[in-house]
């Protein structure tokens, strides 16, 4: 979860950004450098490489002091690519962000100008790509395309849903993640981007302008035997609206229980997550407790709480994407709704980030807080285990993300077919 100075927002990892999104802004990697021994400028030897790291808890005195001297010898005397005083203050902000808590390394972090705009565009449900659902594989490196939006640049550049991903602008990602893949198909509107597409067995290359794509944050269906289906992929400033339409538009179509998937929603604005658990949820029921340093915990409750299908039986899908804002409604419906919760393990972030904008247009996004559930459980680092344990291997699930005839979808997808198993009349 992030907490914006203006909006707070929660964050894991994305796997729906309609293959526009970029890397979800709190999942970044750090790196260590090794140190060799070299001459000084003064001609004696200094050696910087102990044969043991120091431990994590010796004391580092008198920082501000230790702070200037190095800062002072590496613009009189480094020995690499010349360094201005800006670089160094940069890069000393950075480290400031992600080394000062080792187990929150991949949510502090300094956000460039891009990455702050790009950010915005998220929260408002609008990012700048190209307009197609992937999902990355990591065994192979290579990206599935799961869907290509109605009208977006990837339909226009001739992207075809089942297309393999093999290289972006000539970029291979074996060995890296989704969110590398994101962000290198993401950047300014009106850029082009090249694909290279494994199709039917043959390479085809495909250049996409990327352009401001909106996509549908919620999907709603009727399923078999008055079964309702609501699919949350993230959580922005579009979401709490779209999940109302989905409830009546459901009610409409008679649904007598409802199942609502979460899997690979990674959370997204707090505020946002929060009005969408309003329309789920009963009033007063508890959403998540928020616990900050120096002021009293503060345990969020529904307000106004659910209007539509409020009693109907609820089942809940999570996966291992499941994070932050999703894993908190998870638990939150599992107590309010007493709904069932059917999947895999949830990823595990139960924290609260900040982004602070500072004059230079950059941001720092650091911890504020740590989220538990209203009874006091904390899942960080742990995630939330199913009610009932269901796995869902990579080929069933890009099958049954091909199909819109929901009684094939059903029989592909196990965890979906167990939810409406679960919510039959007894």
């Not at 989704?178 to 043959?202: M, S, W, Y």
């Amino acid at each position: 979860m992030v907490h914006r100075r203006t909006r707070p927002f929660c964050l894991g990892l994305l796997a729906f950004l309609s293959a526009c999104g970029m890397a979800p802004p709190g999942d970044v990697s750090s790196s260590t450098a090794s140190a060799t021994t070299a001459p000084a400028a003064s001609g004696a030897t200094l050696v910087a490489a102990a044969s043991a790291p120091l431990p994590s808890d010796a004391p580092f005195t008198d920082g501000e002091h230790a702070f200037a001297a190095v800062k002072e010898g590496l613009l009189k005397t480094y020995g690499g690519s010349k360094v201005s005083e800006d670089e160094l203050y940069r890069a000393a902000t950075q480290g400031m962000l992600e080394h000062i808590d080792a187990k929150r390394t991949a949510w502090n972090k300094l956000l460039s100008p891009e990455e702050v705009r790009a950010l915005s565009s998220d929260l408002r449900g609008e990012v700048v790509g190209i307009g197609a659902e992937i999902h990355f594989e990591t065994a192979t490196g290579y990206t599935e395309v799961l869907g290509v939006l109605p009208g977006s640049p990837a339909e226009a550049a001739g992207l075809r849903q089942g297309d393999t991903i093999l290289d972006v602008d000539g970029k291979l990602f074996k060995g890296e993640t989704q969110k590398d893949v994101l962000a290198e198909i993401r950047g300014k509107a009106g850029e082009r981007v090249t694909l290279n597409v494994l199709r039917d067995g043959k390479l085809v290359t495909i250049a996409v302008v990327r352009q401001i794509v909106s996509y549908g944050v919620v999907q709603d269906a009727m399923l078999p035997e008055g079964v309702g289906y609501m699919r949350i992929r993230s959580f922005n400033a579009k979401t709490a609206p779209a999940v109302t339409v989905a409830l009546a538009a459901l009610a409409t179509g008679g649904a007598r229980s409802m199942i609502v998937d979460l899997r690979g929603n990674p959370g997204g604005g707090f505020d946002d997550a929060i009005a969408t658990a309003n329309e789920l949820l009963p009033a007063g029921a508890g959403i998540v407790t928020v616990v900050k340093k120096g002021v009293p915990d503060e345990t969020i409750v529904a307000k106004t709480g659910a209007t539509k299908l409020a009693t109907v039986p609820m089942a809940v899908l999570i996966d291992g994407e499941t994070a932050s804002g999703g894993e908190f409604l998870t638990a939150a419906l599992h107590t309010g709704r007493k709904a069932d919760v059917v999947g895999e393990r949830s990823f595990g972030k139960w924290s609260l980030q900040t982004i602070e904008d500072l004059p230079n247009g950059y941001a720092a996004k650091y911890t504020l807080g740590v989220l538990r559930t209203p009874a006091g459980e904390s899942y960080d680092g742990v995630g939330l285990s199913p009610d009932v344990e269901v796995h869902l291997d990579h080929a069933a699930y890009i099958e049954a993300q091909r199909t819109t005839d929901w009684t094939r979808r059903a029989a592909v997808d196990a965890p979906l077919r167990t939810a409406m198993h679960l919510l039959r009349p007894r």
